[in-house]
Each structure stands twice: as C-alpha cells, then as structure tokens.
C-alpha cells in the first residue's frame, strides 16, 4: 500500500480535493476529523489538566481552547504533545484496516504535515495549494474569522513557497473544480502504477 500525505493551508482547498480521492476509490484519513472525535474522548481529561476551563459536558470547548492558545501561543507545543500521540495511533489502525481490506493507495490528511515530520511516514506529498489572494479572500468569508486569527494561523504553517518546493505533486485550486479534479485524477494514475514502503516500514 502507498501512502499519500495529503497537506496545505488554511483555505487552499485540501477538503474539496480529498473528496476527489474518495471519489476515486482512494481511501481519506482525515487527522482533522480524528481530532474532533479524540476532543470528545481520550484528549478531554489531558487537556482539561493542561488548559483549565477549556472543557465543558465531556468534551473539549474548542472556542474557549482556542482563546487560551490566542493569549499564549506557546501552549500550542503542550496541546500537541497532547493530541499528536492520540491521532498517531488512531491513523496507525485505521491504515492497517485498509491495508487488510486489500487497498493499493491510501492518503493521510494532514493540514501541518510538514510541520510535524508526517512528511518521513508516507511515500510521496500532494500539496494543494492557491495564490495567497485567494487563500486570504477564502478564510475571511468563513464565519468568526479574523485577519488577527488568520495571521496566528498562518504563522504555524510553512511559508506556501517552501511548501510547493517540498511537495512531490501540486494540486492547484484556483482554477475550476473540473480542471483541479483533472489534476488529481492524474496523481492517482501515476501512482497506482507505484509501491510504497513507508506503511510496512513505518506503521505496521
């Protein structure tokens, strides 16, 4: 099975193109959905402990975590020592369903691929990626946005020039959705055809 890191920030498009994947009979694990589902599970308890108030009813009350992280940054580095670990093995058995259910490629979504070294477990980097006006035009409509709380998010994240320059494959998402699907569909072809050896290497 290859496996596919699948990355690019905030407003690029990486969701739409993950459907793309699905679409095409590629299975998506989604590390954004794995923690949604870890901050009603295992994560509450830890960060509870760590970020006092931030929970609420068996479940961690992302607004009011995120408004701590705001006021002090550096409390991203104790949330991650937190949550990487739980994500980590919930993507390691979901990969080995799909490798025992028989799939040739698989793709790990991961928004800071880069920027944890998610990029040393996979086999090849797909990189979505737009031109920064379009990223910026795209995160400022979404609600509860800020040009404050864009630039804390950014700031996490690799440089887009360095990110294009890392990535095996680029998918942009600039143009229509037709002609950026197109791009994918041309991934999937080149890498079918591929072996991968990070999984047996890396997660088994």
Not at 46 to 75: C, H, N, W, Y
Not at 121 to 127: A, I, Q
Not at 140 to 167: C, D, H, N, W, Y
Not at 169 to 193: G, K
Request: aromatic share 4%.
């Amino acid at each position: 099975m290859l496996l596919i890191g699948l990355t690019g920030s905030i407003g690029m498009g990486k969701s739409t193109i993950a459907k793309r994947f699905v679409e095409c009979d590629v299975p998506v694990i989604d590390a954004d959905q794995l923690v949604h589902d870890i901050y009603v599970g295992e994560a509450v308890q830890p960060i509870e402990a760590a970020f006092p108030g931030t929970t609420a009813l068996g479940r961690v009350d992302r607004k009011k975590l995120s408004a701590q992280l705001m006021a002090d940054p550096s409390g991203f580095k104790r949330l991650e020592k937190i949550v990487h670990p739980l994500v980590h093995a919930a993507e390691r058995q979901m990969l080995k369903d799909q490798a025992e259910a028989g799939a040739e490629l698989a793709v790990l979504e991961v928004p800071l691929l880069f920027e944890t070294g998610g990029d040393g477990r996979v086999d090849v980097t797909v990189v979505v990626s737009a031109p920064a006006d379009v990223q910026r035009e795209r995160v400022m409509a979404r609600e509860g946005m800020t040009a404050e709380k864009f630039e804390a998010i950014r700031s996490r994240q690799l440089p887009e020039v360095e990110k294009r320059r890392r990535a095996d494959f680029i998918v942009e998402t600039h143009l229509t959705i037709p002609e950026s699907y197109a791009q994918v569909d041309a991934i999937i072809d080149a890498l079918r055809v591929r072996r991968g050896t990070a999984f047996q290497r890396l997660w088994q």
